[in-house]
């Protein structure tokens, strides 16, 4: 199940960040996901030795915490997104296929005319999209 | 890792024993245990020890409740059970008398007695103290079949020389260690089939056999089979979580954790040691993951996270020793993509950090249990006597019978209270902190600053916790100032709530005033996202929302208006805003409170006239949730007269104070509401000129309280930290949307008019030389002049060298082309009329002079000389600074600037030529061989005379006055050559009119050969001619002007032949005329010389044409003809042309000395003067 999404700016700071937990914990996925671009950096600054190849978004497993596990994406224009997930077995393609969808509904919200790039997401049509896909995600591969 | 025994930390060292000769055992154990591999040994002096050792009774079971592995198992097989025992027997006592023997023979028997048993090897040692104790080979023999071993181990030791000593122990040390690898190899095989032929009947012996196996292995080395062991021996423990009965649910899963601890750790260090990073990473990710789970019951829940928290420490110390000693890079790399690991799962501090998690969810969990046992105290005295049972990981009552201590097992409740009993024995907070400070440091190494600080963040509270407020601070504004940086506001919020936590026990004011503000002006709103944030371990500031916000606000406001207190901890001092302690706040450009009050203050107009009056808007911003009335706005300027006051006209409270004296104070609404700017325009008036710059704001809130906020432009801005980010209206501080961007908080005042007249008159160019005086004149209009300063100038026109003072030094007096001499005062002006604060500094570009005190209506002037050495084009500046009255503090000083561009030109231009007497021409030879790079200097024939004529060219545009012209010798050297001046001196100075040349005509005898001989310069002593000055009595003044030309050098050469031409000064049209061609040879030789003569078709000749003469030395041949002129006029005399035959060299008289004026009659002259003195003219050619 996934516990947390994030849009993260080129500046590192936080665009768009939504827990799906019942849990209190929150704050601890927020500290998670900012730990994480310290990752982020990490292999953005060392291709070679992570063994990222060129023009590829998709970063793959972050770190596992205690009881999550984090993946990350990277677009072009340096926003990063981060995904935080309970699940121990999560098979590579289902979160490829989620940050394709993921990053298609950042694409449309910042196309919006009065979206000021930089700025914190505020649209809610972009958090009903996120949350379906939230949902969505890794029925195909179980079902 | 300390807490594990030395046996499990340490790979095991095969053990051997010593029995007899205890004298050598010291040499012999030291040398076993420095070898690679060591061999520990266990010396024991005579035969009774041993066979008390080992003759001891094993325990069996008193009852096997389900133990899996004996505590001291492995401490036993290090220490007590030797694999190999050799007996010493001196070669005395085995050679010796039959008693000896025998006493020999039973202790042998003894030893085999003990050791047979228990598989352990026996070896005979004989020592032989000296190399000629020779024992019989029968005795040997007989030895042998006693002792019941092969050859080989019965050894000779011989320790009476080196040599023998060394060869002696190397024997002993292979043979030891042969038979230590036979023994544990034949005890690990006999449990191998144990383990295989699966004959026992529970999964505790199956664990313990595997171990056991395992362990052998070590003992020999074999790491691929320890390790396939352990591995085996922890897959069983694992199934049997669900199975094992034989104990009470808590204790089993107690005992197989700690089994499963020990096992796991020795997979790990063998797979680390072996280098297989990467494997050992992904076997404790499998243990961690097959453990997670098995937390127990909740009461003894701790003991879980106590466990799992070393689990992660022992595996970070590992990690953190591996990687010292094996730099496996690569295997990282590699290992990150085949198994799928991360980066951060190769670091220790990673585990560090989850060490000090687990140890806080133990500490957590350890409190809610204690609280629960609480009302169960009583039974404690009974934990008291619980100790560690002879089974790893089990506990048991010690019950004391008369002497014998028997053990009785324990039921879980017991165990229970003896759990939470020693669970309060210890201190979690240190250790926390001490793992969390690892992972800090070590991920602030690895500039991963995010986690850093995550772990900074976490020790901050841990110190909280125990009261170290200034760790916790430090640590706490590293985060927040992070947080700030990358606007992540909720952390920040939490940080920030801990931050003022800090500051209110430390019973710091100030800070938990500005923590507070802070917080209540973070960007945190109602949004979706936040209100999501439902803390659970919720900061001390409460829940980050806008709610929480107002609430500080207030909490705040009445803090500082003296209503309500702030309860400190620390000297439990209540500590109150009042007349007492005020508080001040400072609010900078990076401060992170301009969320809280940010003034921006612009000057509607760039540049302002003094004393004219001009708007300034000051726009204030609060981000703060609930309005904020301000009491008194105080501007300030860097000019302090122009500071006003702004009262707020809607307070009843703030009553206008007419404090400062003649200060502007106006009054408008203070009342600031979130997000909206609070524009106040008004005008100032400037007294002063230069920059004119608000600095700052100072907004008084409450009687006691005050936030002095600096100003900032609008136009240089910068955002808002943290709001930037959110997606609010942003608006501009002002309405003009031009001066919004582009408004500054400062402005120029200009200086006012200067009422001065500064005249530069130069007449024309300057000459170079000349001392050019350039008159300057000061003209007081409107403004008197008071303590004025001229500044003077001297810039190179095309920007080259600048002639300042700076640059003076390093410059050669060459560089300086352009020079100012001095200033000369106004006439008339004395010394001693200029008063003692009268500077002057005259340097060579710059000049700095006073001008007096001039009332209005006077003028003041002086000159500048400034002499030019080199023609060129120079910028003159000139700039007077000077007070409009006499009081300078007040008055301010005024600049007026002038520039003037002046050319330097060329006064005169020598220009001179050599000439040889008419008609003579003697045969230099330097000018027939040429030899290229002599051709520069002009060739004078020795003890001749020649004529040297200089003229010099007036080439500026005014008549020059010469006085006179010489050749000087430059040194003073005595010439080798006699040089004088033909005609007479000047008697009075020559006018000079711009074009005209003056000509002088020297005599030059040179006296010596020479190839370079300097002829001097010559002196030209002249001045402007200017019919004003003639006038004046200025002449005697007026200096001449000297100025120097260098000559040439020239050569001085001897020549060997002279040719010279004799005919008449003219000659009539018919009348016959001699024309003599003479050649006189100079040298000492006779010289072969060839003639010829051209015809000439204005005359008719007589004599021969061409012929050879030969010339005698020192004489000379005269070649005559007669000659009648056919034509008048100029006419051209027949060209002779003289061939050396010595120095094969031709030549042939000029044209123009071989010209003849022909008269057509016979000339009458009347003017006999003139005729006189033209006709002597030519004849002294």
Known sequence: MIVCVAVVGHQNNPLYIQSFTEADDALKLHHIVHCSLDVVDERVNNPKKSGLTLNETFLGLLYPTENYKVYGYLTNTKVKFILVTTDLDVRDADVRNFFRRFHAAYVDAVSNPFHVPGKRITSRTFAERVSNIVKSFGLSSAG | MEEYPEELRTPPVALVSLVGCAEHHSLISSFLNAEQPPINTLALPDFSKITHLLSKPTRSDPDNNGGILKRDWLLKHRTRVPAVVAALFSSDHVAGDPAQWLRVCTDIENLKNVSRPKNIKLIVVVVQSSSNDEISEDRMI?????????????????????????????????????????????????????????????????????????????????????????????????????????????????????????????????????????????????????????VGPTDVAFLHWEWMSRQFLVFAELLETSSKTIHSNSNITSGTIDLALTEWEFLPAYYYQLAAHHLKEKRATLELSITMSETADEIDSNAESVAPSIYVGQFARLLEQGDALTMQSLTDEEYTHYAIAEGKRFQDSFEIIAFLKKAYESFSNLKAQRIAHLCGFHLAKEYFGVGDLSNAKQLLDAAASLYRQEGWVTLLWEVLGYLRECSRKSGSMKEFIEY??????????????????????????????????????????????????????????????????????????????????LASVAFHEPIIKPGASTSITVSLLSQLPLPVDIDKLEVQFNQSECNFVITNSESTSAAVSSGQHGRQIESAPLALITNKWLRLTYDVKPEHSGKLECIYVIAKMRPHFTICCGAESPASMEDLPLWKFEDRAETFPIKDPALAFSGQKAAQVEEPEPQVDLILGATGPALVGECFAIPVTVVCKDHAIFSGELKINLVDVKGGGLFSPREEEPFSMDSHHVELLGVSGPEGEDESLVGPDKIKKIQQSFGLVSVPVLKHGESWSCKLEIKWHRPKPVMLFVSLGYFPDNNESTSQRIHVHKSLQIEGKTAVVFSHQFMLPFRQDPLLLSRIKSVPGSDQLASLPLNENSVLVISAKNSSEVPLLLQSMSIEVDDGIERPCTLQHSGMDLLSPAH??????????????????????????????????????????????????????????????????????????????????????????????????????????????????????????????????????????????????????????????????????????????????????????????
């Open chain 2, 142 to 294: 007989a030895l042998r079949k006693r002792a019941e071993i092969d050859a080989k181990y019965s050894v000779i030791f011989n320790a009476s020389d080196d040599l023998l000593l060394k060869q002696s122990l190397h024997r002993l040390r292979s043979t030891f260690a042969e038979l230590a690898n036979v023994y544990y190899k034949d005890e690990g095989r006999k449990i191998k089939t144990r383990v295989e032929k699966k004959s026992f009947n529970s999964h505790e012996l199956n664990v313990r056999y595997c171990f056991k196996v395992a362990v052998y292995a070590e003992f020999r080395r074999d790491w691929v089979e320890a390790l396939r062991f352990y591995e085996d021996a922890y897959q069983i423990l694992r199934e049997m979580v669900g199975t094992a009965k034989k104990l009470p649910l808590i204790q089993r899963l107690v005992q197989i954790k700690t089994v499963a601890e020990q096992l796991h750790f020795k997979i790990s260090t063998l797979l680390l040691h072996g280098g297989k990073v990467a494997e050992a990473i992904t076997w404790f990710r499998q243990h961690n993951v097959s453990y997670r789970r098995l």
């Open chain 2, 516 to 597: 507070s503000l802070e917080l209540a002006a973070l960007p945190v709103s109602s949004d979706s996202w936040i209100q999501s944030l439902r803390y659970k371990e919720c900061s001390p500031a409460g829940p980050a929302s806008l709610a929480q916000r107002e609430i500080i606000q207030k909490e705040v406001f009445e803090l500082v208006s003296g209503e309500t207190r702030l309860q400190s901890v620390e000297g439990n001092s209540d500590l109150k805003v009042n007349g007492e302690n005020p508080l001040h706040l400072e609010i900078d450009l990076v401060s992170p409170l301009r969320l809280v009050l």
């Open chain 2, 992 to 1181: 000079l009119v711009p074009g005209e040349e003056f000509k002088k005509v020297f005599t030059v005898i040179p006296g010596v050969e020479y190839t370079s001989l300097d002829l001097g310069s010559v002196c030209l002593r002249w001045r402007r001619n200017s019919e004003k000055e003639d006038l004046s009595t200025s002449d005697a003044i007026k200096d001449w002007v000297l100025t120097k030309h260098k000559l040439p050098n020239v050569k001085v050469e001897s020549f060997p032949l002279v040719l010279s031409l004799e005919c008449p000064p003219y000659a009539v049209l018919g009348d016959p005329f001699m024309f003599l061609i003479k050649i006189q040879n100079q040298t000492q030789l006779l010289q072969e010389v060839k003639f010829s003569l051209a015809d000439a078709q204005s005359f008719v000749l007589s004599g021969s044409h061409s012929d050879t003469v030969f010339v005698l030395p020192k004489s000379e041949h005269t070649l005559s003809y007669k000659l009648v002129p056919l034509a008048s006029g100029s006419q051209q005399l027949p060209r002779v042309t003289v061939t050396s035959a010595r120095y094969s060299a031709t030549f042939q008289p000029s044209v123009t000395a071989s010209t003849v004026f022909i008269f057509p009659s016979k000339p009458h002259f009347t003017t006999t003067d003139m005729g006189d003195n033209k006709l002597e003219l030519i004849s002294t050619e």
